[in-house]
């Protein structure tokens, strides 16, 4: 790989780390985003950029709602509108007409006998417990081990808009220093190809 293959790799690099911080960016007011990460390894296809999930939690964020819950330490369970078991760190459900708990996605919340069925006063503790506005337990969520709950919270974004601004930045330096380098090696080997030219002339 010569000199300008290199710099047209190490832009699209740069590009694609770009697109990673400005996505996290676009995202820094979203409930329960995760970053994503782009990592840049130097190898024989030149150099590549590829991004991975930064799965750490996000700051709670106080809502005061009954029915927004966050697992600190761990997720709860939820049935996806496909059918399929997913587990989520935070949402913010509302009773339908069944009295079960969706979210804005129509997942649904679900107790350790399946999907719960709660009272418009129902209340979670931080152990998981549903209970009825009587204080009669109800059902239990579905948490993993050594979660707990926080009711009236919602996840925020573990985006930092400042760390991703200096990144986007040291993207934008990476891309144009290796656009002039390209660009200067174009010219060095045009200007080799008519030195050359003239000398067989």
Request: proline share 3%.
């Amino acid at each position: 790989m010569d000199g300008i293959e290199l710099m047209a790799t190490a832009m699209h690099a740069a590009k694609a780390r770009l697109d990673v911080s400005a996505g996290n960016l676009a995202n820094v007011s979203s409930e329960g985003f995760c970053r994503r990460v782009a990592r840049t390894t130097l190898g024989s296809a030149g150099l590549v950029a590829a991004s991975a999930v930064d799965a750490s939690p996000g700051p709670l964020r106080r809502t005061g709602r009954p029915l927004d819950v966050a697992a600190v330490g761990g997720t709860f369970a939820v049935r996806s509108a496909g059918g399929s078991e997913e587990r989520l760190r935070s949402a913010s459900f509302e009773r339908d007409d069944r009295g079960r708990l969706r979210d804005a996605r129509g997942n649904v919340l679900l107790g350790a006998r399946g999907p719960l069925t709660v009272p418009a006063d129902a209340t979670f503790d931080s152990g998981g417990t549903v209970r009825d506005g009587a204080g009669h337990r109800l059902d239990q969520l579905r948490l993993t081990p050594g979660a707990s709950v926080q009711s009236g919270f919602l996840e925020g974004p573990n985006v930092d808009a400042v760390h991703e601004m200096v990144d986007i930045l040291d993207a934008q330096r990476s891309f144009e220093t290796a656009q002039k380098t390209l660009s200067a090696l174009d010219a060095e080997r045009e200007k080799d190809a008519n030195d050359v030219g003239r000398v067989k002339a």
